[in-house]
Nanobody
């Protein structure tokens, strides 16, 4: 599966952005999907993951209550709605797909998009 992320940009603190990740292929609904991020000098961290059907989600502690992950299997797309953005949310955001299904661990995701930069100014 190939992944193409979009929607990043520059936003002021308190603002919102919506990331999208379009996947190729006809088996999108069989993949667990996730958003991860990495800031300069920091380790990759989980943002949110979602199960194949969309019925199960998990959020990293730093984004709980502010971000929402969703997916549209008919459109082969996963979304990340980001509200109340903070400067510490600044990072490159990656979408990823796991052929083994829902997982909270980035090393279980074998397919990665190119990343989209999110910059939050104070």
């Amino acid at each position: 599966v190939q992944l193409q992320a979009s929607g990043g940009g520059l936003v002021q603190a308190g603002g919102s952005l919506r990331l999208s990740c379009a996947a190729s292929g006809r088996t999108f609904s069989s993949y667990g999907m996730g958003w991860f991020r990495q800031a300069p000098g920091k380790e990759r961290e989980i943002v949110a993951v979602i199960s194949e059907s969309g019925g199960t989600t998990y959020y990293g502690d730093s984004v709980k209550g502010r971000f929402t992950i969703s997916r549209d299997n008919a459109k082969n797309t996963v979304y990340l709605q980001m509200n109340s953005l903070k400067p510490e949310d600044t990072a490159v955001y990656y979408c990823a797909a796991s052929s083994s299904g829902y997982s909270r661990n980035w090393w279980n995701y074998g397919y990665w998009g190119q990343g989209t930069q999110v910059t939050v100014s104070s």
